[in-house]
Nanobody, 123 residues
Framework: VQLQASGGGLVQPGGSLRLSCAAS????????VGWYRQAPGKQRELVAT???????SYADSVKGRSSISRDNTKKTVYLQLNSLKPEDTAVYYC??????????????????WGQGTLVTVSS
């Protein structure tokens, strides 16, 4: 199983980006997923979460400017970031727990971090 985060890039202040966190391999289901970020010299912080039932939560720093959603058929969770500010610059990571179907028809539950995607907000 791999957890792939993507969608980062360089964007001007006020711009938008959509980040994706996709599970590959024999993943049957993604359960609770969180997006985190880590700016240079700072600790990793939680940005947004989405649970299996679709309920969401946001850090105050991004509330009203971001939206987390999921596509269960694609085993993917998205983080839409709008009205980006320079202080949003960070490496964004997803953390998810899920279920994989093994070759012997047993299931394995797991929790992984994605590899991170860099968001740079600068003019």
């Amino acid at each position: 199983v791999q957890l792939q985060a993507s969608g980062g890039g360089l964007v001007q202040p006020g711009g938008s980006l959509r980040l994706s966190c996709a599970a590959s391999g024999r993943t049957v289901r993604l359960n609770d997923v969180g997006w985190y970020r880590q700016a240079p010299g700072k600790q990793r912080e939680l940005v947004a979460t989405i649970s299996t039932d679709g309920s969401t939560s946001y850090a105050d720093s991004v509330k009203g400017r971001s939206s987390i959603s999921r596509d269960n058929t694609k085993k993917t969770v998205y983080l839409q970031l709008n009205s980006l500010k320079p202080e949003d610059t960070a490496v964004y990571y997803c953390n998810a727990d899920g279920l994989t179907l093994n070759m012997d028809d047993t299931y394995t539950a797991w929790r992984f971090w994605g590899q991170g995607t860099l968001v740079t907000v600068s003019s």
